[in-house]
């Protein structure tokens, strides 16, 4: 009897035995998976500032770049800004020219490449202040000035001086009637070169067409293209 009851005893607590292990088992899986997700959790946690870093540097590039974009379109709309001139008279290359904002005469004169041979040097102050749309004529020796030249270096109205008017002529020189002093007013035209214009319509009769003043001798395509839009041959 006291051997069976012993069996027993022992079944039972073989049986308990194995009923800790599970239990053992199961918990120790449930508190190493409690223990992954916290560690992954503080990981996420953890890596959130660095990606917030990460952005907050790339707004910052960009804001700079716009920046810098902005004071590039600053600069190039201030080189942009310049000023139309048209230069006649005793100078080598006249015509129509842009020269930057604020320039002055002296500025304007050397993009026709300088004075013509004939040029009257002393008549023009060439410190002067240009304007936007002005008309330069720098005279020749020997043309009589019929105004004067402030003292203060400003430019007044001056025939045949380096004058400075808005715009270009308030109307076309008609090369059929003009005299020789209204010829020489036009770019590259001196006394000579006017005294011809004048000999020929006299001999051959009034031009019929602006083209006709290149048969004068000293009248080429380059002296006629900077002309032709300043006469006419209305009768």
Not at 143 to 152: D, H, K, L, N, V
Not at 180 to 199: H, S
Not at 203 to 226: C, Q
Request: neutral net charge; charged residues 20%; aromatic residues 6%.
């Amino acid at each position: 009897m006291y051997g069976e009851g012993g069996n027993k005893r022992n079944y039972l607590l073989l049986i308990l035995g194995l009923v800790c292990f599970v239990a053992a088992t199961i918990l120790l899986h449930s508190f190493k998976g409690r223990f992954g997700q916290d560690t992954i959790g503080e990981t996420t946690v953890n890596m959130m500032p660095v990606m917030e870093d990460t952005i907050d540097v790339s707004t910052s590039k960009s804001a700079a770049s716009s920046q810098v974009a902005s004071v590039s379109s600053g600069k190039t709309e201030a080189q942009k800004e310049e000023w139309v001139v048209y230069i006649t008279g005793s100078v080598k290359k006249p015509g129509v020219y842009r020269i930057p904002a604020g320039s002055r005469i002296y500025q304007a004169l050397e993009v026709t490449g300088g004075f013509a041979v004939e040029a009257d040097q002393e008549a023009v102050n060439l410190a002067a202040m240009l304007q936007d749309g002005a008309h330069i004529k720098f005279p020749s020796k020997g043309e009589t000035a019929s105004r004067q030249q402030s003292s203060a270096g400003s430019v007044q109205p001056v025939t045949n001086t380096g004058s400075i008017s808005p715009g270009v002529s308030e109307k076309l020189i008609n090369i059929n009637t003009a005299s020789q002093e209204d010829l020489e007013k036009l770019p590259g035209v001196g006394p000579k070169t006017a005294q011809l214009i004048i000999d020929y319509r006299e001999k051959n009769g009034t031009y019929k067409r602006t083209e006709d003043l290149l048969l004068i001798k000293g009248i080429g395509p380059a002296k006629y293209n900077s002309v032709k839009n300043l006469v006419t041959v209305a009768q």
